[in-house]
T-cell receptor, first 110, second 114 residues
Framework: RKEVEQDPGPFNVPEGATVAFNCTYS??????FFWYRQDCRKEPKLLMS???SGNEDGRFTAQLNRASQYISLLIRDSKLSDSATYLC???????????FGSGTRLLVRP | DAMVIQNPRYQVTQFGKPVTLSCSQT?????MYWYQQKSSQAPKLLFH???????NEADTPDNFQSRRPNTSFCFLDIRSPGLGDAAMYLC?????????????FGPGTRLTVL
């Protein structure tokens, strides 16, 4: 089993739709959680950190469910510019290493 | 603007010909990382430096080496590139001692092996 797993998609949604992705992690000792956005042939860029209480940044909401060992990302009112691959990342221990999922691809159509 | 810079952005090399990729940062972060990312795959950590301390991942081939001469610069050396080493190589930085320790990535170097 992979340490961090994501549905590869693609999720194909119309503009204005609400879409949600999940990311599951296997190590219950995981400490920090992140969502990154990666455009085609570009580097990952930090979208948001995921806090225990959940957090929101504009149209984006991230949540953590420790009991079920997953994090989620909700995107409301999807824009064409949201089309990208969304990577989740997990820090497991006191090291500074992140383990990434393979990403979920989102396509927002007009 | 503070940033992570990678050079070159595109590198073409021949099978078996050594290549060096460079990374520099103006963020003054003490932790630096090298990742390999192939198409539709997760970034895979090769190694990281915590200050001057080098930390190799157990499954990183011996063909990959790294140097960090100072806080700002880090190099990835591929001693004898094979066709399977064609990938995007990403450098990232972070700062220790903070609770969330986000990593910030450079634009990457896309390596082609002929």
């Amino acid at each position: 089993r992979k340490e961090v797993e994501q549905d590869p998609g693609p999720f194909n949604v119309p503009e204005g739709a609400t879409v949600a992705f999940n990311c599951t992690y296997s190590n219950s000792a995981s400490q920090s959680f992140f969502w990154y956005r990666q455009d085609c042939r570009k580097e990952p860029k930090l979208l948001m950190s995921v806090y225990s209480s959940g957090n929101e940044d504009g149209r984006f909401t991230a949540q953590l469910n420790r009991a079920s060992q997953y994090i989620s990302l909700l995107i409301r009112d999807s824009k064409l510019s949201d089309s990208a691959t969304y990577l989740c990342a997990v820090r497991v221990d006191s090291s500074y290493k992140l383990i990434f999922g393979s990403g979920t691809r989102l396509l927002v159509r007009p | 603007d503070a940033m992570v810079i990678q050079n070159p952005r595109y590198q073409v090399t021949q099978f078996g010909k050594p290549v060096t990729l460079s990374c520099s940062q103006t963020l003054n972060h003490n932790v630096m990382y090298w990742y390999q990312q192939k198409s539709s795959q997760a970034p895979k950590l090769l190694f990281h430096y915590y200050d001057k301390d080098f930390n190799n991942e157990a499954d990183t081939p011996d063909n990959f080496q790294s140097r960090r001469p100072n806080t700002s610069f880090c190099f990835l050396d591929i001693r004898s590139p094979g066709l399977g080493d064609a990938a995007m190589y990403l450098c990232a930085t972070s700062i220790s001692g903070v609770s969330y320790n986000e990593q910030f990535f450079g634009p990457g170097t896309r390596l082609t092996v002929l």
